[in-house]
């Protein structure tokens, strides 16, 4: 029951809630128990404030219709990017937006306080932005997230950050079978060099960097993928699985609405 408790309380959905914590209110922690998951979040919280955190808010969105970083919703009508940006402030010691269009950001008035980064390499996908993040925020590791996962699973976060100091790793990603993810994923300092070396000899897939660094892997059961801690929104049909509203920039297209656009 603690265990339930705790995966409740340290489990946080954008699309239930704006990021607020499920909590079975039926459920009544005893004393010490609501303690100890309290203390839990504190040592938490004190460890990531070492660590900063970025949000990807490029890509050309083509199999979505619309851009996604400026243009998901929960469900309750909130933009997803900024509920994203708090909670992550929450417990990182800072928190950036990696852009290739600073302009389209200011059209959300709750990301003005959040630091932004104009992407370093347009066009050239997550491994630019990654590599962004890096050099605008040297000396630190950090936690590196794409604007379209609804989802951040403090528990994941936190067993991955256990790892990376444990093993000493350049970067921690989660794994569940053959799935990975690595906008979801830790990454060293040490890490930046390798990435602009490797841009410059136009490697572009983020994966292909893996192997030239200690990579690490949390290995995920099927139970921790229970929180959602994969869900990608790429396509309109994503969203409405997941029961978020569609923007008007999708309800006029049919063919989007309907996920039978294809496009890569």
């Not at 890096?134 to 991955?160: N, Q, S």
């Not at 893996?210 to 990608?232: A, H, Q």
Request: net charge positive; aromatic share 6%; hydrophobic share 40%.
């Amino acid at each position: 029951m603690t265990a339930m408790i705790m995966r409740a309380s340290l489990t946080l959905e954008t699309y239930s809630d704006i990021f607020k914590p499920i909590i079975t209110s039926t459920i009544r922690l005893p004393v010490h128990q609501h303690a100890a998951v309290s203390r839990k979040n504190r040592l938490m919280t004190d460890e990531l404030r070492k660590y900063g955190a970025a949000i990807l808010c490029g890509g050309k969105s083509l199999r979505m219709g619309f851009d996604k970083s400026i243009t998901l919703v929960s469900r309750t009508g909130r933009p997803l990017l900024p509920a994203q940006a708090e909670e992550l402030a929450r417990h990182f010691g800072e928190v950036a937006l990696i852009t290739n269009n600073t302009a389209k950001l200011s059209q959300v008035p709750e990301l003005s306080g959040f630091r932004q980064l104009t992407d370093l390499h347009p066009g050239a996908g997550p491994a630019g932005g990654i590599h962004t993040a890096l050099k605008g925020m040297p000396h630190k590791p950090l936690f590196i997230m794409a604007c379209d996962m609804p989802v951040i699973d403090w528990r994941v976060i936190d067993r991955m950050r256990t790892m990376l100091e444990a093993q000493g790793a350049d970067i921690v990603a989660p794994r569940h079978g053959d799935l990975r993810e690595p906008l979801y994923a830790f990454y060293g300092p040490s890490v930046e060099p390798v990435f602009e070396a490797g841009l410059a000899e136009g490697l572009r897939k983020v994966r292909l960097f893996y192997d030239s660094l200690k990579t690490c892997y949390l290995e995920l059961e099927d139970e921790d993928l229970k929180s959602g801690v994969f869900i990608n929104l790429n396509t309109p049909a994503d969203v409405r699985k997941e029961g978020l509203p569609l923007p008007e920039a999708a309800l006029k297209n049919s063919r989007l609405i309907h996920g039978e656009d294809r496009r890569k």
